[in-house]
């Protein structure tokens, strides 16, 4: 290891970062400085990577969890090839740059996830190193075809969030030894030391956790590079190696403050640091022999991707059909596959048939990758042809993930991000305030994850108003990109399957009931084909001249039917509308939208066992929402339903006055 250009390469990144920084008088520059040495040591002499293929499939995963630090990424990428220039560099933090404020996957090549909230980038590498172990189980038949570590650098911050300590133990549990954790133990957060707030000894937390540990100077070459090594070594556990380092190293001034943190350090200070650091006063320079130091490593990554080609086609000829399955999942290729047709007459919970079809759909998709946070039972999210994963059985389908919610979600991310597998989880529905940040990230990025939320609203009953989520539609359905489906009985939760793992643009959920509903005869003209819930929402009956829409969705959609039925006897005329899912619905054209909710029909009524907030673009000024904007109460759900009024009854009486 050359250690004096590896200095000069780490002060190089000092260098861009701060001039970045103080160039958009915006940004962190505190962990750039303190880290630099660390990421220029991982990036120069163990990193596997190919520039001119950021996509590499057996590359090494770097994630950089404090988002916040995003210039030491950004720095890096430049100076080892990848496709982000100086004028890039440049363009930090502006309108439609390559280097926004964090890290953001979809618009910088090298970026393995977007981070920003603390903790979720080191949750997202847990289920990268998770999935790594997943295919090289299933594909490493004679070949190590797949075999890549997962580096990630966290800070103070990632480990004082909750999330930290779910997915850690996760990890320690699970034996992830190709997990390797950077830690950037400087003890300065934003607002001050970190013994404000923060005082237990990390070795011990994670040597409880069953990770390595190793403590060094992180500004130590020689340290790091052997620390990085006996932790590659290490395949029975985790490692984090605890890299003692200076939050803006090289800042006469500033080293070791929180004014380091998150502001520009200023024209009179870069200067001063550029002298310590005995680097160039010139803004954004690269010396020529850092970029000819560089480059070897960046013609080391070509032919890393190009011994691999050569041995996936001596995999292919002794494996084909491995081979081509692999080949189509890395691209995301989703195989053919049938569901089959839930009879009608039949009553079964949508969580139930949710089981069903997750049965149908394990033998025909051989990279979907189930689990539940401890609610497995309930969930209905394991069937028989899965087997648990585990140390021991590194090929096991269905993930245990425990009693945690946030943890289970980051970690879906990170299984996602790394490619290959389809990743879907199950817990409550009113759990879903525990996953909405990962959620949220999930939808920001665009990646397919898919969860499993049941006993979706007062028809809980019994457990009452702490496990009703009678708030939980409306709140995720404001979030962008990510797709709900509340299916009305067991054909419409097929269908949500079918386009949950059709949608690779996002993430979906999946709203399912504790209840039975009845399964409907779609051969009647009572009910239209399931087909025609592609579009989102439908007409369930082929009504044509109609007084009055009824809109509903899942366990609803039921009361709703009911409710026309009675208003049929006193010759009234109604249209029924599933919303099956919102979202999809609003992608469809203004011409369908308009045909299934003519302006000229006014009289709309709306009926959901949750809040009304998401209804009223769709009943309009006159129309009228049947809903609770309130919490629920402890009851078998039949008494709820009548007490909170989310009956026929209720909706003909409704509809009744409206129509005078």
């Known amino acids: 290891m050359n250690t004096d250009l590896i200095k000069k390469t780490a002060n190089t990144v000092r260098g861009l970062s701060i001039d970045a920084i103080q160039k958009a008088n915006s940004g962190h520059p505190g962990l750039p400085m303190g880290m630099a040495d660390v990421a220029t040591v991982l990036f120069n ?71 920003g909230p603390l903790g979720q980038g080191l949750a997202n590498a847990v289920g990268m190193a998770l999935a790594e172990t997943i295919l090289a189980a299933k594909y490493n038949t004679d070949t190590e075809i797949i075999n890549h570590f997962t580096y990630v650098t966290a800070g103070d911050g990632d480990l004082e969030e ?39 000894d990390i070795k011990k937390r994670f040597e409880a956790y069953e990770w390595d540990v190793q403590e060094i100077d992180g500004h130590n070459y020689n340290e790091i590079n052997e620390a990085i090594k006996k932790a590659k070594s290490e395949t029975e556990k985790p490692s984090i ?49 850092v970029y000819a130091f560089t480059k070897e490593r960046i013609e080391k990554g070509k032919n890393f991707e190009s011994l691999w080609n050569t041995l996936f086609e001596i995999y292919s000829g002794n494996n084909e059909d491995a081979a081509k399955e692999l080949q189509d999942i890395i691209k995301g290729k989703l195989p053919d596959f049938k569901l089959s047709e839930f009879e009608a007459g039949t009553k079964l919970a949508t969580r139930a048939s949710s089981g069903k079809v997750i049965e149908e759909l394990a033998e025909q998709i051989p990279n ?60 409550f529905f009113v759990f879903s305030d525990y996953m909405r940040s990962a959620m949220r990230m999930a939808a920001l990025m665009g990646i397919r994850v898919i969860y499993v939320l049941t006993h979706d609203s007062i028809g809980l009953g019994e457990d009452g108003p702490t496990h009703q989520p009678v708030e939980h539609l409306s709140a995720l359905r404001v979030i962008p990109n990510l797709t709900i489906f509340r299916p009305a009985d067991a054909n419409e939760t097929a269908l949500a399957w079918k386009l949950a793992l059709q949608n690779t643009a996002g993430p979906s959920v999946l709203v399912l009931t504790r209840q039975g509903l009845p399964t409907v005869n779609r051969n009647s003209r009572d009910f239209a084909k399931i087909e025609k819930a592609e579009k989102g929402a439908y007409a369930v009956s082929d009504d044509v001249d109609f007084d009055i829409i009824l809109m509903a969705s899942g366990s609803e959609v039921e009361i709703a039917v009911e409710a ?44 959901e066992a949750a809040s009304s907030m998401s209804w009223y673009k769709y009943v309009g000024t006159k129309g009228k929402i049947i809903g609770i904007d309130k919490f629920g109460a402890s009851a078998p759900y039949e008494t709820l339903y009548k007490e909170y009024g989310i009956t026929a009854e209720a909706v003909y009486n409704a509809a009744k006055e409206m129509l005078g």
Request: proline share 4%.
């Open 45 to 115: 002499e163990h990193l596997k990577f190919n520039p001119k293929n950021p996509d590499w499939f057996d590359r090494d995963r770097f994630v950089l969890s404090g988002g916040h630090g995003s210039m030491l990424l950004y720095s890096l990428l430049h100076l080892y090839g990848y496709d982000l220039s100086l004028d890039d560099i440049k363009e930090f933090r502006q309108w439609h740059s390559k280097t926004p404020g964090h890290p953001e996957m979809q618009d910088t090549a090298g970026v393995e996830t977007t981070t």
């Open 162 to 200: 909750g999330i930290s300590h779910e997915v850690c133990s996760f990890a320690g549990h699970n034996k992830l030894g190709k997990l390797i954790l950077l830690y950037d133990s400087n003890h300065i957060t934003i607002d001050g030391k970190t013994n404000l707030t923060f005082s237990e």
């Open 241 to 289: 190696i605890i890299c003692k380092t200076t939050i803006g190293f090289g800042s006469p001034n500033k080293a070791g403050t929180s004014g380091v943190h998150g502001s520009p350090l200023g024209e009179e200070e870069i200067k001063l640091t550029k002298e310590n650091l005995g680097i160039s006063q010139e803004k954004f320079f690269v010396p020529a022999e």
């Open 368 to 427: 979907l990758i189930g689990g539940s946070a401890d609610l497995t039972p309930s969930n209905k999210t394991k069937v028989k042809s899965q087997t648990e994963y585990s140390p021991n059985n590194r090929w096991g389908t269905y993930i245990h993930y425990g009693i945690r919610e946030f943890g289970m979600a980051g970690i879906m991310n990170g299984i996602a991000l790394h490619g290959g597998l389809i990743p879907y989880g199950g817990t």
């Open 564 to 607: 026309k039925e009675m208003l049929n006897k006193d010759g009234i005329e109604v249209r029924v509308v599933s919303f099956l899912s919102m979202e999809v619905f609003e992608k469809q054209d203004e011409e369908y939208k308009k045909k299934l909710l003519p302006d000229s029909c006014e009289k709309r009524i709306a009926v």
